[in-house]
């Protein structure tokens, strides 16, 4: 029998969500499905807003960034009657089924309606933070890697002309996987990250270490989730004011370059200068991994639409797509492994 399947994308946006949307629509329509997409994440859902999504729609979207969706940071749990109107929704439009796009809130939710509500989703793996478990890469990540990684090759040039350390902040929330990727792509010599942080006095001493070598500029990568480490053991976070948080309970990040340029200039006397990436990560058309992962992605969900296997997620393991619970995708961050930072620092300072 047919079935009437929607789509939305929540969260940040990120480059490949339009992948996403064209490869779930093409397949689907093959099979004689409807295809309606819910306006901004779970807003559309709980607001009962939707689009028709055709052959038309989905035309020379693959290599466009953000989402012709739309997407918000809407949690059905923390809105008034949320939840029941989502379900009312669903019925009142007729879907057999939910394709949710999204991070670990998106998916988070997806998952609560599937094991509360018996909810008929299926899951594809959005972040450009690669934080999620159960898939070995996000999509969305490559492109925002490829994106810091030239602006870390654009800094060298002008860090070494003026003998200055350069810190670029980049985005990543409570993981360090853009950090160190871009980190290590892009020879820089201190990487900070969340997950294992260096004292701000043994980045100086990095830094310091490398002057003495002859090398008068320096590149720093700092994730916006480090938090200042100090030697006597205090720690400080930095987040962006008013400190408010959104639906899911987050706080915005960023800042952190500022004060750890600062830390860096009058511990070393080093001249320093800060650069935050920011959504520039997130902007503009995906690289071709991530297209074709994207893709991937979309027919893997579609097919698991058409199974019905609902409250599972696809997942890349190796070079294979494959199908995962939404429950393990959401369960934990998934953290940059310790090996994987050693390798980076083995060549800082
Ligand atoms: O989760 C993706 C992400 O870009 C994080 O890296 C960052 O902390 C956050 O979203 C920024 O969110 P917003 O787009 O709401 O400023």
Not at 5 to 22: E, K, Q, S, Y
Not at 92 to 114: F, I, N, P, Q
Not at 302 to 321: F, P, Q, S
Request: charged fraction near 25%; include cysteine.
């Amino acid at each position: 029998m047919g079935k009437r399947v929607a789509l939305l994308t929540g969260g940040g946006d990120c480059p490949g969500l339009n992948a996403v949307i064209r490869a779930v629509t093409r397949r689907s329509l093959d099979r004689g499905y409807e295809v309606v997409g819910a306006r901004e994440g779970w807003r559309g859902l709980v607001e009962g807003r939707f689009q028709p999504l055709d052959d038309r729609t989905i035309s020379g979207i693959l290599p466009r960034g953000g989402t012709i969706l739309g997407t918000t940071r809407t949690n059905p749990y923390k809105e008034e009657g949320g939840v029941d109107r989502v379900l009312m929704n669903l019925a009142a439009e007729g879907l057999d089924a939910l394709v949710a796009v999204g991070g670990e809130d998106t998916l988070g939710v997806a998952s609560r309606l599937h094991e509360e509500h018996g909810f008929p989703v299926v899951g594809v793996p959005k972040t450009i933070d690669n934080d999620l478990s159960a898939t070995d890469y996000t999509f969305g990540f490559d492109t925002a890697v490829t994106i810091a990684t030239e602006a870390i090759d654009r800094l060298h040039t002008t860090a070494e002309s003026h003998n200055r350390v350069m810190v670029v902040e980049v985005m990543g929330r409570h993981t360090g996987w853009i950090a160190v990727m871009s980190g290590m792509a892009g020879g820089a010599d201190v990487i900070l990250i969340p997950e294992h942080p260096i004292t701000i006095e043994e980045a100086c001493a990095d830094i310091e270490r490398r002057h003495a070598r002859g090398k008068d500029f320096s590149i720093v990568v700092v994730s916006e989730g480090y938090e200042l480490t100090y030697a006597s053991g205090e720690t400080q976070q930095i987040a962006q004011e008013p400190a408010a948080t959104d639906q899911f309970g987050h706080v915005r990040l960023g800042g952190v370059g500022h004060v750890l340029a600062t830390e860096i200039e009058s511990r070393t006397g080093f001249e320093t200068r800060v650069t935050v990436l920011g959504h520039v990560q997130r902007g503009g058309t995906p690289t071709p991994r991530d297209r074709i992962l994207a893709t991937r992605y979309g027919l893997q969900a579609a097919d698991l639409v058409h199974e019905e296997r609902w409250g599972t997620m696809a997942a890349l393991r190796g070079d294979d797509i494959v199908a995962v619970p939404l429950r393990e995708a959401v369960a934990e961050l998934k953290t940059v492994p310790p090996a994987f930072y050693e390798a980076a620092k083995t060549f800082f300072g």
